[in-house]
């Protein structure tokens, strides 16, 4: 199971630099978006897959219990994320509306040039 | 030793914010951002008083025994660092007062400036590497937006690149952090230390340090990494770049130092020649950046890139001497740095550009700012009087006991092309003849620009005349640095 998750993970890594590397805007934010899910997944696995139950100590034994450590780091680490990803896209949206283009090779020079 | 007062730091900025937002007063958001900032100052001040007499102060959160729960924690260093932030925030507030203007203000510029204090103090207290992660977060968040605030253009475009560029460093970050507790099964410093210790020299601990060292250079500003430093600073307004050139990649500076000493000590040795080239090739490529320019904040902004590189070199050569000379260096930048960022400042207010072929005259029209730059650069160069020179001193002094000759040779280059750089704006800004219809700054605003450089000027002189007595405090926090031990034993309880 792992060894899946291993694979999902790779596989969000690669293609959230394959849009971060893209010259339009756009993809770059849908880029940053994807590797933060990637990022959540790998901190999912990181605990160990194996436990099913809650982790609440009721019977004493603690064998089968999941590690609610990465899923409490997850849950903070979505709602950080929700909230740089809701300023992004705003930004971004600025941006278009004051450029007029979504085009990276075009949005660069000194400040003066403006 | 148990302290209730340590979460002040955190939790003073954070209400003020709020109480910020709640209020639409202007005058009245100034006082309270004032009081509060000045009231965490003397917090600071108390706290790292009691940290110099009575050792370690931690707190565990909601009272769960350390490793569990959240554990914050302030030795010395950090105290050194909390005090330092408090005095440039301070500064950078009252600078803020006379140059931010209106359309900032109205957009609650205060309250995102306190929130920045509050991520800034939390990742310097903390004792566990995932609230180090929200920390940065909550820091980082805020300086998207006071960089963002005002929306001219440059602003717009720079911002955005920025933020995407820090959003990959938190994902590796945050990568880092899964891998380590996979690895160690533990997020609390101390623990993790502890647990490095007994896992030995496993490949897998050198391939999360330099996860870590990768993730901190991007936001320390370290040699592959420091592309997006210089513009960035350039576009935010001056208020903004003294708190973001004097205190942003220090935070990151801190974390390498604190995460290498603490957790990745037993690595250090194979990767500390890997430490001191990057170190050599970020002060060397910074300075050079700086000796190109022909822009004030530009300028200004290549040299954090190239003082970065001396604290750096502090942590490669890894001996108590040396990393008592990175504190002592670090202390003196940040000093020196915001000083010379809010000169920029008020260069900018007065002439209406940075350009420094478009300024000249000001030691003409305004003898004041010549001064002060002129004690500031001097000390950023490493001029005896001054604290540079200490800092400097002792790093090279460290460097040669090592025997890294090298990496000395290159640092006393970097000090010479310093000089230049500085003498540079010096003839370009404050020599030659005032161009045309200057406009005159009234007096009683005059004094408001320039009092906080003036005391930042005056703390480096000071610093640099009692290196004796701050020398005694950095030693010590060097000594904590370097003998985790203490610090393990404050958070872990024995």
């Known amino acids: 199971m792992e060894f899946l998750m291993a694979l999902v993970v790779g596989v969000f890594f690669a293609v959230s630099i394959y849009f971060m590397l893209s010259k339009k805007l756009l993809k770059v934010v849908f880029g940053t978006l994807l590797i933060s899910h990637a990022a959540n997944l790998m901190l999912l696995t990181s605990g160990g897959l194996k436990g099913e139950k809650a982790p609440i100590l009721s019977d004493g034994s603690t064998l089968s219990y999941a590690d609610p450590i ?27 509306k004051t450029f007029a283009t979504d085009d990276l090779s075009i949005l660069r020079g000194e400040a003066n040039e403006k | 030793m148990k302290n209730n007062l340590l979460v002040v730091p955190v939790i003073l900025p954070l209400f003020t914010a709020i ?26 001040l108390y706290l790292t008083k009691q940290v110099s007499v009575k050792g370690i102060q931690t707190l565990s959160l909601g009272d769960w025994p350390a490793p569990f729960g959240i554990v914050i924690a302030l030795d010395l260093f950090s105290g050194i660092m909390l005090i330092l932030t408090m005095i440039v925030s301070l500064a ?10 209106s359309e900032r203000e109205n957009y609650f510029y205060y309250a ?44 717009l475009q720079e911002t955005t690149k920025y933020m ?86 220090k935070v990151g500076i801190y974390a390498i130092l604190r995460v290498y000493t603490l957790i990745f000590a037993p690595t250090l040795s194979s990767i500390n020649n890997i430490i001191l080239i990057i ?58 740095k915001s000083c010379l960022f809010l000169i920029s400042g008020i260069a900018e207010k007065l002439r209406d550009t940075t350009d420094l072929k478009k300024m000249g005259g000001l030691m003409a029209t305004d ?66 003849t005032a161009p045309e219809n200057v406009k005159k700054v009234q007096h009683n605003h005059y004094f408001g620009l320039v009092l906080p450089a003036a005391c930042l000027a005056l703390l480096t002189v000071f610093i640099g005349l009692n290196t004796e007595w701050v020398y005694s405090y950095v030693n010590s926090a060097a000594y904590q640095l370097m003998n985790p031990d203490l610090y393990i034993q404050a958070v872990l309880g024995g």
């Not at chain 2, 968040?141 to 960089?147: D, E, G, K, T």
């Not at chain 2, 502090?314 to 020196?336: E, Q, R, W």
Request: net charge positive; glycine share 10%; with cysteine.
């Open chain 2, 164 to 249: 995407i560029i820090n959003m990959v460093s938190s994902v590796l970050f945050l990568v880092g952090v899964a891998v380590l507790y996979s690895t160690l099964g533990s997020l609390n410093m101390a623990d993790l230390s502890v647990k490095v210790g007994k896992a030995g020299d496993q490949g897998i601990l050198k391939v999360i340090a330099v996860i870590f060292m990768i993730v901190f250079g991007i936001k320390g500003g370290l040699f592959p990494l420091y592309f997006w430093l210089p513009r960035s600073y350039h576009a935010a307004p001056s208020a903004v770049a003294v708190l973001f050139g004097g205190l942003m990649t």
């Open chain 1, 70 to 96: 990465p899923q409490a780091l997850i849950l903070t680490a979505i709602v950080i994320g929700f909230g740089v990803t809701a300023f992004i896209l705003v930004l971004t949206c600025r941006l278009y």
């Open chain 2, 279 to 336: 170190a050599g090739l970020t002060m060397f490529l910074g300075v050079m950046g700086a000796v190109a320019q022909m822009d004030f904040k530009l300028l200004l902004s290549y040299h954090i890139i190239s003082q970065v590189g001396y604290m750096i070199m502090g942590l490669g050569l890894y001996t108590p001497l040396s990393i008592t000379g990175a504190i002592y260096f670090l202390i003196h930048n940040i000093i020196v």
């Open chain 2, 19 to 44: 109480l910020i937002f709640l209020i639409s007063n202007i005058k009245f958001q100034k006082l309270l951002s004032f009081v509060s900032t000045t009231f965490c100052l003397a917090t600071a």
């Open chain 2, 92 to 101: 950078a507030l009252i600078f803020s007062f006379k140059t931010i203007g």
């Open chain 2, 112 to 155: 995102f400036f306190q929130l920045q204090i509050m991520g800034i103090n939390g990742a310097l207290i903390t004792g566990d590497i995932f609230n180090l992660f929200v920390f940065f977060e909550i820091l980082l968040i805020a300086s998207y937006i006071l960089m963002a605030l005002g929306g001219k253009p440059y602003q």
């Open chain 2, 367 to 432: 003898p004041s700012v010549a001064y002060i730059f002129l004690i500031a650069g001097f000390s950023l160069a490493g001029a005896p009087p001054f604290s540079g020179f200490f800092g400097k001193f002792l790093l090279i002094r460290a460097g040669l006991e090592k025997g890294s000759y090298l990496i000395v040779f290159v640092s006393i280059l970097v000090s010479f092309f310093t000089l230049y750089s500085m003498t540079k704006i010096f003839k370009y800004a404050f020599w030659g």
